[in-house]
């Protein structure tokens, strides 16, 4: 009896340590298993957000923006990545939008800054006339011994002051017939029938037809596409083929900006173009109605380019340049 006590109680040690030894070695395996898990998804996390870093350097920042919004689903950490993501991306277009948008138009042509018989030489453009501005500014550019160009539109009952400015021996050139961009800029087809019905007015009025054209909005306006894409590239050779020089400009007066400005803002606004003036200036300014400071500016304007030893001088389809870049 003694001896089967004895020996039942040795296998249950034997069995109880059997037991435990099982469990030690189970748990160490669950343990080490657990540590590579662990070490897997903390890997998984790190390569997200690697990946949301990496999204900086490549792609648009569209595409870096919406990749770090992306991983920010996956792992806590990353949702700082996207903020940061986002803010490059603003940062990015921004910077895309300040280097694209042009402060002031420059003319693609060298021989916009070359002298001319040594000379420095102004060409005052006047845009949108005739009007009853227009007499007073022909008024002062006789003053002066001056003259210039006016880039006209129909305008009814202005006829005679049409055939004035060509009788005072200025430079007559086409703007358009309506001034309305939907009209004009249509189609090829509208663009030139806008452009000879107005030139068949100056015809009419002064006996002789243009040579010379300004696009409404110049040739680098965005308008036009809004109702041709592409119009603008083909117009810009297209006009030359049928006998045209066109020039836009490379200082621009800003009267356009609103109707009766203080003539020392036109003025000042004049004077600021340039730190250093080219030899040959191309200025736009306005003869349309409510431009009457336009006029009133225009004395202090002759005489500061005279005070820098500019001449001044009208264009001609001859000299073709302050051309802008075309984006349509």
Not at 47 to 74: I, L, W, Y
Not at 299 to 315: A, H, K, M, T
Request: proline share 2%.
């Amino acid at each position: 009896m003694k001896k089967s006590v004895k020996k039942n109680s040795q296998l249950f040690f034997i069995t109880f340590c059997v037991a435990v030894l099982i469990a030690t070695v189970s748990f160490g395996i669950g343990t080490a298993r657990n540590r590579m898990l662990i070490e897997k998804y903390s890997l998984t996390a790190e390569s997200h957000e690697d990946g949301a870093d990496n999204m900086n350097f490549s792609g648009n920042g569209n595409d870096s923006t919406e990749g770090a919004k992306s991983t920010g689903s996956t792992a806590g950490n990353t949702s700082t990545t996207s903020k940061k993501q986002e803010t490059t991306s603003s940062k990015t277009t921004q910077s895309n939008t300040q280097t694209t948008a042009p402060t002031q138009p420059e003319p693609t042509t060298d021989d916009a800054k070359e002298t001319v018989g040594g000379n420095k030489i102004v060409y005052l453009t006047f845009d949108d006339g005739p009007s009853a501005v227009t007499k007073r500014v022909l008024d002062v550019l006789d003053n002066y011994g001056i003259k210039a160009t006016f880039f006209v539109i129909y305008s009814k009952g202005c006829e005679s002051i049409l055939k004035d400015i060509s009788d005072r021996g200025h430079k007559i050139g086409i703007h358009s017939y309506t001034h309305r961009y939907d009209l004009m800029y249509a189609s090829e087809d509208a663009f030139f029938d806008e452009l000879n019905r107005m030139n068949d007015v100056v015809e009419n009025v002064t006996g002789k037809r243009s040579d010379i054209m300004r696009f409404i909005g110049g040739s680098s306006n965005t308008v036009s596409k809004k109702y041709c894409a592409g119009l603008m590239s083909k117009l810009v050779k297209e006009v030359e083929r049928q006998g045209y020089s066109y020039f836009d400009w490379n200082a621009d007066s800003r009267d356009a900006t609103g109707n009766n400005l203080p003539a020392s803002t036109i003025v000042s606004k004049t004077k600021a173009q340039f730190k250093t003036p080219p030899a040959r200036i191309c200025l736009l300014m306005h003869d349309s109605a409510g431009k009457s400071t336009t006029a009133d500016a225009l004395p202090q304007i002759i005489e500061y380019y005279r005070d820098l030893g500019y001449s001044f001088d009208v264009l001609n389809h001859d000299y073709s340049a302050f051309h802008h870049q075309v984006v349509n």
